[in-house]
């Protein structure tokens, strides 16, 4: 299994400043064959199943504001959320689709 | 419009067992590959269970192997879940997820869930 490690566990940011989540897989999640990264980002907010916001690493979903940006390759993978809004409140999860599935453990996003 | 509604949570007894559904509409059902992603209450998710499109190839996470059994039918845009020999660590939050394409891509559509608690 590819195990999914999530840093940090959580985070407090002020409303309009940037919010930096980590993933690292213990193996790649890159194909040489078609050069993607198999890593998607997921967003809960409590009471609602996840919502994918970014796959391939760095795609963004239709809908998704442009404040959410993915990067990183390889084993390691961030999550950017730039100027933060209320609303992006919630559990943030990753998501490897390079071998069947691993999700990380969550990072929970508050208001500081 | 994709939707999935899960039904067959419930109360269950330890070592018992139980059949969760997951009905689906709004896109071509046997073009896509399904899954099974449980939530434990205040927990993260895991992932359960992936059928191929056609229910040729099934995959299972090491915590339910042997327990579980995934199926689907393709003439009724239906999806299961058989939970055999059920434990107190199988309570949660069970959603059926689409995946966006045939095999190994991301869940792009999931339904809102349905609860099963493992409790004497």
């Known amino acids: 299994d590819i195990v999914m490690t999530q840093s940090p566990d959580s985070l407090a940011v002020s409303l309009g400043e940037r919010a930096t989540i980590n993933c690292k897989s213990s193996?790649?999640?890159?194909?040489?064959?078609?050069?993607?990264?198999?890593l998607a980002w997921y967003q809960q907010k409590p009471g609602q199943p996840p919502k994918v916001i970014i796959r391939w690493a760095s795609t963004r979903e239709s809908g998704v504001p442009d404040r959410f940006s993915g990067s990183g390759s390889g084993t390691d993978f961030t999550l950017t959320i730039n100027s933060l809004q209320a609303e992006d409140v919630a559990v943030y999860y990753c998501?490897?689709?390079?071998?069947?599935?691993?999700f990380g453990q969550g990072t929970k996003l508050e208001i500081k | 419009e994709v939707q999935l509604v899960e039904s067959g949570g419930g109360l269950v007894q330890p070592g018992g067992s139980l059949r969760l559904s997951c009905a689906a509409s709004g896109f071509s059902f046997s073009s896509y590959a399904m899954n099974w992603v449980r939530q434990a209450p205040g927990k993260g998710l895991e992932w359960v269970s992936v059928?191929?499109?056609?229910?040729?190839?099934?995959y299972y996470g090491n915590s339910v192997k042997g327990r579980f059994t995934i199926s689907r039918d393709n003439s009724k845009n239906m999806v299961y879940l058989q939970m055999n020999s059920v434990r107190a660590d199988d309570t949660a939050v069970y959603y059926c997820?689409?995946?966006?394409?045939?095999?190994?891509?991301?869940?792009?559509?999931w339904g809102q869930g349905t609860l099963v608690t493992v409790s004497s």
């Open positions: 998501l490897q689709y390079y071998s069947t599935y691993n």
């Open positions: 059928i191929t499109s056609t229910g040729g190839s099934t």
């Open positions: 997820a689409k995946t966006a394409g045939q095999w190994l891509e991301h869940h792009d559509y």
């Open positions: 193996q790649s999640v890159f194909s040489v064959s078609n050069r993607k990264n198999y």
